[in-house]
């Protein structure tokens, strides 16, 4: 890598925490903390056709099962989710937003959304340099 590949690799790092930052900023405002949220988005976002279990949640979160039940147990106090047993296997329980956890999760993704929006020609411009170097490779 050559000086300007640095300076680049540097500058899509700081996009990356400018992003974290505002998230943390936003998330407080909001009482929760950017873990909390990203627990939100990971529970919401769920691709499957059955809610999410906690294994998959930490998985998907990239923390230990432990963390990951302990953070819902205080999101199920805190009423933001609540845990739902599967229809097909009463053994398995489900992950979902409660009503209040919707109203956070809503106001929350759309400031990230827009922050994204404002982030975006900077990251693209970083994520463009490094694939075409990945072409040319």
């Known amino acids: 890598m050559n000086n300007d ?3 680049m690799l540097a500058q899509f790092r700081a996009y990356l925490r400018q992003f974290d930052y ?3 900023q936003q998330c407080a ?22 809610l999410i279990v906690i294994t998959e949640l930490a998985q998907r ?11 819902v147990d205080r999101l199920v ?3 933001l989710v609540r845990r739902r047993p599967s229809k097909e ?15 956070a999760f809503g106001r929350l ?4 959304r827009d922050e994204l929006c404002r982030l975006s020609p900077g990251l693209g411009r970083c ?3 490094f694939a075409k170097s990945v072409a040319r490779a």
Do not use: W
């Open 109 to 112: 993704v759309q400031v990230h």
């Open 22 to 24: 505002f998230s943390e």
């Open 89 to 103: 296997d009463r053994r398995c329980v489900g992950i979902e937003l409660a009503p209040r956890g919707e109203q």
């Open 127 to 129: 994520v463009n340099h």
């Open 61 to 71: 979160m990239m923390i230990k099962h432990n963390s990951a039940v302990g953070m």
């Open 5 to 7: 590949e640095f300076k």
């Open 29 to 50: 405002e909001v009482g929760l903390t950017s873990q909390q949220y990203r627990a939100l988005l990971t529970i919401k976002g769920h691709p499957g056709p059955d």
């Open 77 to 79: 106090k805190e009423g």
